[in-house]
């Protein structure tokens, strides 16, 4: 059964900057911008840009499951949110949180990745320049929404295929080095 993004998850834009984001090391929020975002399935949020909260209202901090994507570009991958450190994000991108309980933001991040939902997305882009994802077209793509333990099935299949992913690199950079240290040995002989 499919349903449309909007009955899912709240879909919100991140917060608008009116000027430059400085790195400040006395600042209590980390600040997440559309840069952050490209080609991770996670934020490590301890590592971005600091800032100091000036204004008299709350900042509207990302909450551990949010999903964020961003709001325009030519790349659009979701990423997934799973520290509780103080962080915002910037007006580029789009911040998705399930409102509905049978709905796994892990899942979320994973559907908004495939093929499938980027492809959805890409036929229905605005603008010339640099194209630009709505609200209202985001809030309408069909999501599949299976049983919870299915979703909690493709979750793992997808953190076992990243593992292997991960290993097989790790296994490849190490033989790299066996061979160049082998040539090494044969040319000196």
């Known amino acids: 059964m499919r349903k449309p ?3 899912l998850a709240e879909i919100r834009v991140g917060h608008s900057f009116r ?3 400085e790195d400040d090391p ?10 952050d975002v490209r080609e991770r399935s996670e934020i490590p949020v301890e590592s971005l840009p600091r800032m100091a909260w000036s204004m008299t209202s709350p900042p509207p901090l990302l909450k551990s499951g949010d999903v964020v994507m961003p709001a325009r570009g030519d790349r659009y991958d979701a990423a997934l949110i799973r520290s509780g450190v103080p962080t915002l994000a910037s007006g580029q991108l789009y911040v998705l949180h399930p409102s509905n309980p049978g709905l796994m933001s892990e899942y979320l991040c994973w559907y908004l990745n495939q093929a499938e939902a980027r492809s959805y ?3 229905n882009l605005a603008g010339t320049g640099i194209p630009t994802l709505s609200r209202p077209v985001l809030g309408d793509l069909p999501v ?3 049983a ?8 793992e ?3 076992l295929w990243q593992q292997e992913q991960s290993l097989t690199l790790e296994l490849l950079t190490n033989r790299q080095k066996m061979f160049e240290g082998i040539f090494s040995k044969l040319l000196e002989s």
């Open 19 to 21: 000027t430059r984001i």
């Open 148 to 155: 919870l333990e299915m979703q909690r099935k493709i979750i």
């Open 26 to 35: 006395q600042g209590e929020i980390r600040v997440l911008q559309i840069r």
């Open 5 to 7: 993004l909007r009955s």
């Open 157 to 159: 299949l997808q953190q």
């Open 144 to 146: 599949p929404v299976p």
């Open 121 to 123: 997305i890409l036929k």
